[in-house]
T-cell receptor, first 115, second 117 residues
Framework: AQKVTQAQTEISVVEKEDVTLDCVYE???????LFWYKQPPSGELVFLIR??????QNEISGRYSWNFQKSTSSFNFTITASQVVDSAVYFC????????????FGKGITLSVRP | EAGVTQFPSHSVIEKGQTVTLRCDPI?????LYWYRRVMGKEIKFLLH????????ESGMPNNRFLAERTGGTYSTLKVQPAELEDSGVYFC???????????????FGQGTRLTVV
């Protein structure tokens, strides 16, 4: 069975601090996909990134970066120089490859960025 | 292009009543998913449509929940009769049909917050 663990529940930082959101996953599949979604106060889940299990390259997109390590089954997300607009709930998710790409989510991490 | 739209945004009903949630996916998306988040817990998969067919309904909690997708367009999720434990946020998502190798990302709606009192 697949499982995603986001051990941190709430994180509070001051603006401009860097913050890392942890994600650990479990799966028996050799091919799978990892995702991060952001849920701002408006409620919708906003897609941030998808990473497949064969690509362990780290990715950077502006102030966001992701560190995928298969050896530790982790897919951590770092926000550099955080801003108030980054305040949201962040979900890590996992899906197996194939036609039925349902997502298995973690519990989410509530990030609060204070001015 | 319009995103995934869900109606209503909030619903408060009494135990035993019926509620119908609606989801309009992104135009052209064959895949449509329903998920639910109970307070403080994970977002959990309920079911998956490919066009009008139910591909996987393994996450549906019981037979009080009925999902339909008329003509492969919008979808409804009916809860009848509602119980207290059905309270939560119900999310709908849609995506393009995926190949066996490449998963396409799902786009989510803003959710319907259901409160059963």
């Amino acid at each position: 069975a697949q499982k995603v663990t986001q051990a941190q529940t709430e994180i509070s930082v001051v603006e401009k601090e860097d913050v890392t959101l942890d994600c650990v996953y479990e799966t028996r599949d050799t091919t799978y996909y990892l995702f991060w979604y952001k849920q701002p106060p408006s409620g919708e889940l906003v897609f941030l990134i998808r990473r497949n299990s064969f690509d362990e390259q780290n990715e950077i997109s502006g102030r966001y970066s992701w560190n995928f390590q298969k050896s530790t089954s982790s897919f951590n997300f770092t926000i550099t120089a955080s801003q108030v607009v980054d305040s949201a709930v962040y979900f890590c998710a996992l899906s197996e490859a194939g036609a039925n790409s349902k997502l298995t989510f973690g519990k989410g991490i509530t990030l609060s960025v204070r001015p | 292009e319009a995103g995934v739209t869900q109606f209503p945004s909030h619903s408060v009903i009494e135990k035993g009543q019926t509620v119908t949630l609606r989801c309009d996916p992104i135009s052209g998306h064959d895949n449509l998913y329903w998920y639910r988040r109970v307070m403080g817990k994970e977002i959990k998969f309920l079911l998956h449509f490919v066009k009008e067919s139910k591909q996987d309904e393994s996450g549906m909690p019981n037979n009080r929940f009925l999902a339909e997708r008329t003509g492969g367009t919008y979808s409804t999720l009916k809860v009848q009769p509602a119980e207290l434990e059905d309270s939560g946020v119900y999310f709908c998502a849609s995506s393009h049909r995926s190949s066996r190798v490449l998963n396409t990302e799902a786009f989510f709606g803003q959710g319907t917050r259901l409160t059963v009192v």
